[in-house]
């Protein structure tokens, strides 16, 4: 093993097949600028180097959770799959295999291994993506492998639209893969006795044999007999309910809780109580709790760019989607506490920084309600209707009220509303739309088009346009907003990480706008002002000079349930 000594700038690390790794010093175009080293494993090539910049790796999933095993952090990093991913999509080729063996076999003109399979997001089960890297074509040295890929990519970013940005953004990814590893690691406090509480004060006593519990029983025995007829109706199959109500003479096209409540029928009102226990009982029950919680933890795996927006996923325990009434298990150790910080209107703020519209900038560059504050720039101090074209533009609600609303937002603040009405145009027309920093949308049929939030009015289709047209303008429209959000995410993650560096708080949660810190009481203001500050940091760092300020609402509380 090499000496201990201090180093500072970009080192590469390659994994090899005895488990040993292979390091060496990078010049700014990714060459290497000193001969190789060898260590016996990852840890000990980081313990024998101490400050160096960046490291440059194959996957941080990979490599980092080792680091974190054996007692040691980086600062920094580039992640080479993280980036391939990126730089595939802004080349058009979304979706293609981003792992270092099909990287370099692009590069060398031979055959592309695909990636390893990923379990689906928020599965039931942990993933084992990236465990095992994909063999490398020809049995290419995996260091030589590594440094030509890395070389290719910062001349692709350097090729790019706006190459500042692209390279800003692959280092906020990889910023947030080692946030992801080190939240996965840190684990969410979770008191497993009192979710066995209010589980059985939720869903009432266990039967034997895999059974319902008793509150979804009696809740099932209620929807039935509001039918009548003797007729058994199972609420967990939604083609049971729609049968059921159809014969009742109401005809559904779902079974969303939105729909059930606009009907007048004496089986709703069980209905919505069912759907909203067998939730908890199926997502976060007693099966839940023994798979998922260990040590006071809740642990899962964070998939930083899961989503196509660039918003992250999870792998195993439904971690971005914890019901309000099992936070109440989420209960920090003693003597700590949990600082709940929720980014206040997030994506207008978003809309105005990345459209320049100087009205919506002004009005976003205060840290009260946003849409408080619109609603007194005509919207004769109606906020609900303000909120509702605001978002309007954001989703493509332009059916209703919605379009009144949007005809007025558009009058005030036209160049916001042109930028999200001409990526909704590229989007039917079939082109391709980017985020603020450079994240590339998926072409047409590789990807769910997001439709509007539940309850939110159906758009119009714009003349001409065929539905599944529609359907990806509402995406585009949406995912050059909501990506450019997710990337000024990524960035008040590092800011934040980096502000905590020398305390004893740490990372516990993240999903897409919220965060929350687990940290000594005493350390409780010092953490809610870096948050503030980690926000107004990734503001000016993602889209520059702007009047726009991206405020949180912070709670200092002991249980997640009491945050605002």
Same mark, same amino acid.
Request: charged share 25%; hydrophobic share 40%.
């Given at each position: 093993?090499?000496?201990?000594?201090?180093?500072?700038? !970009?080192?590469?690390?390659?994994?090899?097949?005895?488990?040993?790794?292979?390091?060496?010093?990078?010049?700014?175009?990714?060459?290497?600028?000193?001969?190789?080293?060898?260590?016996?494993? +990852?840890?000990?090539?980081?313990?024998?180097?101490?400050?160096?910049? @960046?490291?440059?790796?194959?996957?941080?999933?990979?490599?980092?959770?080792?680091?974190?095993?054996?007692?040691?952090?980086?600062?920094?990093?580039?992640?080479?799959?993280?980036?391939?991913?990126?730089?595939?999509?802004?080349?058009?080729?979304?979706?293609? +295999?981003? /792992?270092?063996?099909?990287?370099?076999?692009?590069?060398?003109?031979?055959?592309?291994?695909?990636?390893?399979?990923?379990?689906?997001?928020?599965?039931?089960?942990?993933?084992?993506?990236?465990?095992?890297?994909?063999?490398?074509?020809?049995?290419?040295?995996?260091?030589?492998?590594?440094?030509?890929?890395?070389?290719?990519?910062?001349?692709?970013?350097?090729?790019?639209?706006?190459?500042?940005?692209? !390279?800003?953004?692959?280092?906020?990814?990889?910023?947030?893969?080692?946030?992801?590893?080190?939240?996965?690691?840190?684990?969410?406090?979770?008191?497993?006795?009192?979710?066995?509480?209010?589980?059985?004060?939720?869903? *009432?006593?266990?039967?034997?044999?895999?059974?319902?519990?008793?509150?979804?029983?009696?809740?099932?025995?209620?929807? /039935?007999?509001?039918?009548?007829?003797?007729?058994?109706? @199972?609420?967990?199959? +939604?083609?049971?309910?729609?049968?059921?109500?159809?014969?009742?003479?109401?005809?559904?096209?779902?079974?969303?809780?939105? =729909?059930?409540?606009?009907?007048?029928?004496?089986?709703?009102?069980?209905?919505?109580?069912?759907?909203?226990?067998?939730?908890?009982?199926?997502?976060?029950?007693?099966?839940?709790?023994? /798979?998922?919680?260990?040590?006071?933890?809740?642990?899962?795996?964070?998939?930083?760019?899961?989503?196509?927006?660039?918003?992250?996923?999870?792998?195993?325990?439904?971690?971005?989607?914890?019901?309000?009434?099992?936070?109440?298990?989420?209960?920090?150790?003693?003597?700590?506490?949990?600082?709940?910080?929720?980014?206040?209107?997030?994506?207008?703020?978003?809309?105005?920084?990345?459209?320049?519209?100087?009205?919506?900038?002004?009005?976003? *560059?205060?840290?009260?309600?946003?849409?408080?504050?619109?609603?007194?720039?005509?919207? +004769?101090?109606?906020?609900?209707?303000?909120?509702?074209?605001?978002?309007?533009?954001?989703?493509?609600?332009?059916? *209703?009220?919605?379009?009144?609303?949007?005809?007025?937002? !558009?009058?005030?603040?036209?160049?916001?509303?042109?930028?999200?009405?001409?990526?909704? @145009?590229?989007?039917?027309?079939?082109?391709?739309?980017?985020?603020?920093?450079?994240?590339?949308?998926?072409?047409? *049929?590789?990807?769910?088009?997001?439709?509007?939030?539940?309850?939110?009015?159906?758009?119009?289709?714009?003349?001409?346009?065929?539905?599944?047209?529609?359907?990806?303008?509402?995406?585009?429209?949406?995912?050059?907003?909501?990506?450019?959000?997710?990337?000024?995410?990524?960035?008040?993650?590092?800011?934040?990480?980096?502000?905590?560096?020398?305390?004893?708080?740490?990372?516990?949660?993240?999903?897409?706008?919220?965060?929350?810190?687990?940290?000594?009481?005493?350390?409780?203001?010092?953490?809610? =002002?870096?948050?503030?500050?980690?926000?107004?940091?990734?503001?000016?760092?993602?889209?520059?000079?702007?009047?726009?300020?991206?405020?949180?609402?912070?709670?200092?509380?002991?249980?997640?349930?009491?945050? !605002?």
């Amino acid at each position: 093993m090499s000496e201990k000594r201090p180093v500072g700038g !970009r080192w590469a690390m390659a994994e090899y097949a005895d488990s040993s790794v292979v390091v060496c010093p990078l010049d700014e175009e990714g060459r290497p600028a000193g001969p190789p080293e060898r260590s016996a494993g +990852p840890a000990e090539a980081v313990r024998a180097r101490p400050g160096v910049a @960046r490291w440059v790796w194959r996957s941080t999933a990979s490599l980092y959770p080792r680091l974190l095993a054996a007692g040691l952090r980086v600062e920094r990093c580039y992640d080479v799959e993280a980036a391939e991913a990126l730089l595939l999509g802004h080349e058009g080729a979304y979706g293609l +295999p981003r /792992s270092l063996s099909a990287a370099f076999a692009r590069l060398s003109g031979l055959p592309v291994p695909d990636d390893p399979p990923q379990g689906p997001a928020d599965s039931a089960q942990p993933s084992l993506f990236a465990a095992e890297p994909v063999p490398l074509p020809l049995d290419a040295d995996p260091l030589q492998a590594l440094l030509r890929v890395y070389a290719g990519q910062l001349a692709r970013a350097a090729g790019t639209v706006r190459p500042e940005r692209m !390279r800003l953004l692959l280092a906020a990814e990889s910023a947030g893969t080692l946030v992801a590893a080190e939240m996965g690691r840190s684990g969410l406090p979770w008191r497993a006795d009192v979710h066995r509480e209010l589980l059985t004060e939720l869903l *009432g006593e266990r039967y034997p044999g895999g059974a319902p519990p008793r509150r979804l029983a009696e809740l099932a025995e209620r929807v /039935s007999v509001a039918f009548g007829d003797g007729v058994r109706v @199972r609420p967990d199959l +939604p083609a049971d309910i729609i049968r059921a109500f159809s014969r009742a003479g109401i005809r559904l096209t779902s079974t969303r809780a939105w =729909e059930l409540r606009e009907i007048d029928h004496p089986a709703v009102a069980p209905l919505l109580e069912y759907k909203r226990l067998y939730r908890i009982h199926t997502a976060h029950g007693w099966s839940w709790l023994r /798979s998922w919680v260990r040590d006071g933890r809740f642990r899962t795996e964070y998939v930083p760019g899961g989503a196509a927006s660039g918003r992250w996923t999870t792998h195993g325990g439904g971690a971005l989607q914890i019901p309000r009434a099992v936070r109440r298990a989420v209960v920090a150790d003693p003597g700590w506490c949990l600082v709940v910080a929720d980014a206040d209107q997030l994506e207008p703020r978003v809309l105005a920084a990345i459209s320049r519209d100087p009205g919506l900038m002004a009005v976003s *560059g205060g840290t009260g309600d946003l849409y408080t504050a619109l609603s007194r720039r005509g919207f +004769p101090g109606d906020r609900a209707a303000a909120k509702l074209a605001l978002l309007g533009a954001v989703y493509g609600q332009t059916s *209703g009220d919605g379009l009144r609303h949007l005809a007025d937002l !558009r009058r005030r603040f036209p160049t916001a509303v042109a930028y999200v009405d001409e990526a909704a @145009r590229a989007g039917e027309e079939g082109r391709l739309v980017r985020t603020w920093l450079g994240r590339t949308c998926p072409p047409p *049929g590789t990807a769910e088009p997001a439709g509007p939030p539940e309850g939110a009015e159906e758009p119009e289709r714009p003349r001409g346009a065929t539905p599944s047209a529609r359907a990806r303008g509402r995406f585009t429209r949406n995912f050059v907003v909501q990506g450019s959000a997710a990337e000024w995410a990524l960035l008040m993650l590092a800011a934040l990480r980096a502000m905590l560096r020398d305390l004893r708080a740490e990372l516990v949660f993240f999903q897409h706008d919220e965060v929350i810190v687990h940290c000594p009481t005493e350390e409780a203001g010092t953490v809610a =002002e870096a948050v503030r500050a980690a926000g107004e940091s990734a503001g000016r760092l993602t889209f520059g000079s702007t009047p726009v300020r991206f405020p949180f609402t912070t709670s200092v509380v002991e249980c997640y349930a009491d945050a !605002r």
